[in-house]
Nanobody
Framework: QVQLVESGGGLVQPGGSLRVSCAAS????????MSWVRQAPGKGREWVAT???????????YYADSVRGRVTISRDDAKNTLYLQMNRLTPGDTALYYC??????????WGQGTPVTVSS
């Protein structure tokens, strides 16, 4: 069955960096657009970034305005793994980060999430 398992979350100081990962299994990872979505405490889910499929082309990436220029979504199809590199983190980035199969706001599978806390 489809499984998405996030890892790499943790506590980081404001201005710091963190990379979270998502290990995918149970489907042909390279054939699907993938996304990161987050949910801050007491708030609804917020789309963060989407990456298209690659194949012979470089995948295209899309970002929410709130993170553009500070985060990079990438994928390693050989490892069935999705990444989110986050830089210049602020307390506003504190959230549970989910890996999702799909694009923008349309997903069919989610992971369990990995927590990111930005605090001094």
């Amino acid at each position: 069955q489809v499984q998405l398992v996030e890892s790499g979350g943790g506590l980081v100081q404001p201005g710091g960096s963190l990379r979270v990962s998502c290990a995918a299994s149970g489907f042909t990872f390279s054939s699907f657009f993938m996304s990161w979505v987050r949910q801050a405490p007491g708030k609804g889910r917020e789309w963060v970034a989407t990456i298209t499929t690659g194949g012979a082309r470089i995948p295209r990436t899309y970002y929410a305005d709130s993170v553009r220029g500070r985060v990079t979504i990438s994928r390693d199809d050989a490892k069935n793994t999705l990444y989110l590199q986050m830089n210049r983190l602020t307390p506003g980035d504190t959230a549970l980060y989910y890996c999702a199969r799909g694009t923008f706001t349309t997903y069919d599978y989610w992971g369990q999430g990995t927590p990111v806390t930005v605090s001094s």
